[in-house]
């Protein structure tokens, strides 16, 4: 037990959780509590104990970390480019000319030897940031991964609309009524 009255394991958890981004599986895991489905039982039991709630949140308060940081670093890793980092290699001095230089993500180059051609050999790989994972990003962001909902007149007008064609005999104002009913909007709203 340390001097804050937690064991050494729970203190463990504690510094596993809050360094690895509150992920409390992976926590237990590291602080040697169980692994795979048992480190998520532990986890979720040691994360409802008051004590080590409490201690969590100590900690992120001692960090004194505001939303206005972690905002400024996320911007400046957004905006980051690697011609500000290597502006004399002669593929990022091209991807600058044309402006797409910030979609570099990793640019590997080798020097050695080749024997057989008797000359130094230079290798370029250039790996591009996934255009498709940002797209989809976005889409989760901007809530444009989900199908559009209808509102529930629309919802009502169609049913009522359905209804009327099937039961022609049936008055309007009663197939509105039962169908504003269901669908929780004025009635006057279909029939007028």
């Given at each position: 037990?340390?001097?804050?009255?937690l064991?050494?394991k729970?203190?463990?958890?504690?510094?596993?959780?809050i360094?690895?981004?509150y992920?409390?599986?992976?926590a237990?895991?590291?602080?040697?509590?169980?692994k795979?489905?048992?480190a998520?039982?532990?986890?979720?039991?040691?994360?409802?104990?008051?004590?080590?709630q409490?201690?969590?949140?100590?900690?992120?308060?001692?960090?004194?970390?505001?939303?206005?940081?972690?905002?400024?670093?996320?911007?400046?890793?957004?905006?980051?480019?690697?011609?500000?980092?290597?502006?004399?290699?002669?593929?990022?001095?091209?991807?600058?000319?044309?402006?797409?230089?910030?979609?570099?993500k990793k640019?590997?180059?080798?020097?050695?030897y080749?024997?057989?051609k008797?000359a130094?050999?230079?290798?370029?790989?250039?790996?591009?940031h996934?255009?498709?994972?940002?797209?989809?990003?976005?889409?989760t962001?901007?809530?444009?991964?989900?199908?559009?909902?209808?509102?529930?007149?629309?919802?009502?007008?169609?049913?009522?609309?359905?209804?009327?064609?099937?039961?022609?005999?049936?008055?309007?104002?009663?197939?509105?009524?039962?169908?504003?009913?269901?669908?929780?909007?004025?009635?006057?709203?279909?029939?007028?």
């Open positions: 037990m340390n001097d804050d009255g064991t050494n729970r203190e463990l958890f504690i510094e596993h959780y360094s690895n981004g992920n409390g599986k992976k237990a895991e590291s602080a040697g509590y169980a795979g489905h048992g998520e039982t532990e986890a979720s039991r040691l994360l409802r104990n008051a004590e080590i409490e201690r969590v949140r100590a900690r992120v308060a001692e960090a004194g970390v505001q939303a206005n940081e972690v905002i400024g670093v996320l911007v400046s890793h957004m905006r980051a480019d690697i011609a500000d980092i290597d502006p004399d290699n002669p593929i990022v001095k091209a991807a600058k000319a044309r402006g797409v230089s910030h979609w570099i640019l590997v180059v080798k020097k050695y080749d024997k057989s008797d130094v050999v230079t290798e370029t790989v250039v790996e591009l996934n255009s498709q994972a940002a797209a989809k990003q976005l889409c962001i901007m809530g444009l991964d989900t199908a559009p909902q209808k509102n529930p007149y629309d919802l009502a007008r169609a049913a009522y609309e359905r209804l009327l064609l099937d039961h022609p005999a049936v008055e309007k104002r009663v197939i509105a009524d039962r169908v504003g009913a269901v669908y929780g909007v004025d009635a006057r709203l279909l029939y007028e």
